[in-house]
């Protein structure tokens, strides 16, 4: 009986060591389960921030293309309306150029075509200077070659159209006659 008594507690002890080894392996792959899970978390967590950052960026690009494109299609309008409007102007200053007209007709014509002339002005179409300056394909067109002894050699001595810009883009090139 002793025997078996001592059996029966050797086996209670044995129960309780494979107990406690049990637990403890459970505990170690609860804690290996944590861990795995806390890097998986955070690897995550990872891939998220860096998702963000993409994509905030890629909406900042977005952002300006969006305002560059609104942009691009004013100064399209603008430039249209421009071209529209010129010749206009172009027939006011050719109809003010004619003498013999009663003073206020021709004051009227003036106020008028000071008024388009602000109106354009106003929206950042402004002459392009040409007469006395040096002869610059990029802003003027030579029709022709003249000779003026009041102007250096390649200066611009007479102005048949005259040209525009729209903050700082030539919309259209003044035609010039040019010094030899």
Not at 29 to 39: G, L, N, P
Not at 44 to 72: G, M, P, S, W
Not at 84 to 94: A, Q, S
Not at 144 to 156: A, F, L, P, R
Request: aromatic residues 6%; glycine residues 6%; hydrophobic residues 35%.
């Amino acid at each position: 009986m002793e025997k078996d008594k001592k059996l029966n507690e050797e086996m209670e002890e044995e129960k309780l060591i494979n107990k406690e080894a049990v637990d403890e392996a459970a505990e170690e792959v609860q804690e290996k389960a944590d861990s795995d899970e806390q890097d998986s978390l955070a690897s995550e967590i990872n891939d998220l921030q860096t998702k963000l950052v993409r994509l905030q960026a890629d909406f900042q690009n977005y952002k300006k293309r969006v305002e560059k494109e609104k942009d691009d299609l004013v100064s399209i309008g603008v430039v249209s309306i421009a071209n529209e409007i010129l010749p206009v102007i172009d027939n006011f200053e050719r109809a003010l150029e004619h003498e013999g007209e009663s003073g206020s007709f021709k004051e009227g014509m003036e106020l008028i075509y000071e008024g388009l002339k602000n109106a354009l002005k106003a929206k950042g179409i402004v002459e392009l200077k040409a007469l006395g300056e040096d002869f610059n394909p990029d802003f003027h067109q030579a029709v022709s070659m003249g000779h003026n002894d009041e102007y250096k050699e390649n200066q611009v001595i007479e102005v048949l159209l005259k040209g525009y810009e729209y903050n700082g883009k030539v919309i259209r090139h003044a035609m010039v006659i040019v010094n030899k």
